[in-house]
């Protein structure tokens, strides 16, 4: 469905952001892009839904392309139009509208019957909304609001749903209620996503497949199963060693800079 080939985005002229990236999204499939903070994850999926331009950003070389068609130069409501929406890094909500005004600006592009459709798939979703949707979203949790980004994402129908750390700044059990709507949205409705995370053990454990970047390369890529139980994966992504116990971190660190993997 989506497949990215030799990618390079640069910013101005200096900063080579993403050097040599290539990727598959398959259709219904759930793909994991992973990697330390600066690795190039948000600058991907910025390409991909048309922000790129407008943070100064641009494609140096290689093509995305969605069903066939090149995404090259593409703007914002047109990549949403072909069905592709992404949920950005920190939510990016309008605190002091309403979570009901949230949702139903993801959805400018459907008529009211769809709307309703989608807002009450959504409340079955995340029940906690349903009794908040008059309430300002700047007054929610930081869960709530990663719900909200999430519902007004899926408001907008898209066929290729795209997420960026969502998981930040959130505690576990909230997270895991994220990652089980992730797991249900594919299954009951066989939503495609791309999902930026740093917490790679979340990530692999819902994904078919996984690249992690480092430096705007693949550093590794293949099944999100075989990912999770590579050594030096483990130790440099999970903080874990090969007894399944956490690595303190000063051995993480002193690890990270000498992995290497081929592409
Ligand atoms: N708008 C921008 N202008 C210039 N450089 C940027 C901009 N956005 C990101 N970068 C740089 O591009 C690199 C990759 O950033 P980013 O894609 O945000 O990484 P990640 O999401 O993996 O943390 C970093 O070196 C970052 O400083
Ligand atoms: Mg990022």
Redesign the pocket.
């Known amino acids: 469905m989506l497949r990215i080939e030799h990618l390079r985005?640069t910013?101005?002229n200096?900063?080579?952001?993403?050097r040599d990236l290539s990727l598959d999204v398959p259709a219904g499939g759930i793909v994991a892009?992973l990697?330390?903070?600066?690795?190039?994850?948000?600058?991907?999926?910025?390409a991909i839904s048309g922000v790129l331009a407008a943070?100064?950003?641009r494609i140096a070389g290689g093509d995305i392309a969605f069903e066939g068609a090149s995404l090259r130069g593409i703007r914002a409501d047109d990549a949403v139009r072909r069905g592709i929406v992404q949920v950005p890094?920190g939510r990016r909500l309008f605190a002091r509208l309403t979570v009901a005004e949230n949702l139903s600006i993801g959805g400018f592009l459907r008529g009211a019957a769809e709307r309703a459709d989608t807002l009450a798939r959504i409340l079955d979703l995340f029940p906690p909304l349903t009794d908040k949707l008059s309430r300002a979203a700047g007054l929610l949790s930081g869960g709530e609001q990663q719900m909200v980004a999430l519902g007004r994402a899926l408001m907008a129908r898209p066929r290729l749903l795209m997420l960026?750390?969502p998981s930040l700044g959130l505690a576990p059990v909230i997270t895991g209620e994220i990652f089980a709507a992730l797991a249900r949205l594919r299954g009951e409705l066989g939503l495609t996503i791309l999902l930026?995370e740093?917490n790679a053990s979340r990530a692999l454990a819902l994904a078919d497949r996984a690249t992690v970047?480092e430096g705007?390369r693949v550093a590794a890529s293949g099944a999100a199963a075989a990912l999770a139980a590579d050594p030096m994966i483990r130790a440099h992504y999970l903080g874990l060693s090969d007894s399944g116990t956490r690595r303190n971190v000063r051995e993480a660190v002193a690890l990270a800079p000498r992995v290497r993997w081929p592409a």
């Open positions: 985005i910013y101005g200096a900063v080579e952001a993403v892009l990697g330390a903070n600066g690795a190039g994850k948000s600058t991907v999926l910025k943070e100064g950003g890094e960026d750390e930026i740093q970047m705007g």
